[in-house]
């Protein structure tokens, strides 16, 4: 299975401390592949879908390993660390597979900002990379903190076919000197006014205040087909 190119960028991110809510279902270390997933929960089987950025569809064996620290809620998002089941093997053309779940972290998942104007903070982040899919765009971001941390997403315009966003750092910045690591993801709306498609799809330009006040920006291109 192809590997997000992502992930690849984000695992230089992993030296810090991760901050997002973990899991590990304590089998193994070892694993097949990993995924960044958005998580359908199956009221009929008690159980969940994992839909993969890249469009694959995995469905867990042991869908408890993906419990959060209540016991009872599934994340929305998340990374996971997954082993082909028995009798599984990745083939070419093939979309879905059964995998046991290895370990991973759930996402915390976010809409833009309703009051960008009370956000008192912009700390700086060390590194950002913004990745697409299923209709979420998920920072990875490394960063300097003091406490418990906070982002926000600040939508700042529309420009034919870009939607401009402010990635916000805005808790947890201040004298801050561990080194830690998380991924947030922004819910792109249903609807964005002003927007001008091109070929089912838009770029979207996120920007965050980086090392030295220097603005960092990148781009991601996302469909828009569905919206």
């Not at 992930?7 to 899991?23: D, E, I, K, Q, R």
Request: aromatic residues 14%.
């Amino acid at each position: 299975m192809k590997q997000m190119k992502f992930f690849a960028l984000v695992l230089t991110f992993l030296m810090g401390v991760s901050l997002t809510s973990c899991f590990d279902s304590g089998s193994s270390n070892s694993y097949d592949g990993t995924a960044f997933v958005t998580v359908h929960q199956s009221y009929l089987s008690n159980g969940v879908v994992l839909k993969t950025d890249d469009g694959y569809t995995l469905t867990p064996t042991n869908p408890s390993a993906l419990l959060l620290s209540d016991g009872k809620s599934y994340p929305e998002r998340a990374l996971v660390y997954y082993k082909f089941a028995e009798g599984e093997k990745f083939v070419q053309g093939k979309t879905s597979y059964n995998v046991s779940v290895e370990g991973g972290m759930g996402i915390e998942v976010k809409s833009f900002t309703n009051k960008p104007d009370t956000i008192k903070n912009d700390y700086n982040v060390l590194e950002m990379a913004p990745v697409y899919g299923n209709g979420y765009v998920t920072v990875g971001v490394r960063f300097n903190y003091g406490g418990n941390v906070g982002f926000d997403f600040i939508k700042q315009k529309v420009g034919n076919d870009t939607l401009y966003v402010k990635f916000n750092y805005s808790k947890g910045g201040t004298s801050g000197y561990n080194s830690g690591t998380t991924y947030v993801s922004l819910k792109l709306p249903s609807y964005i006014e002003d927007i001008q498609p091109k070929n089912d799809s838009i770029w979207v330009k996120v920007s965050a205040k980086g090392p030295n006040d220097e603005t960092l920006v990148k781009n991601v291109r996302c469909k828009y087909d569905l919206y």
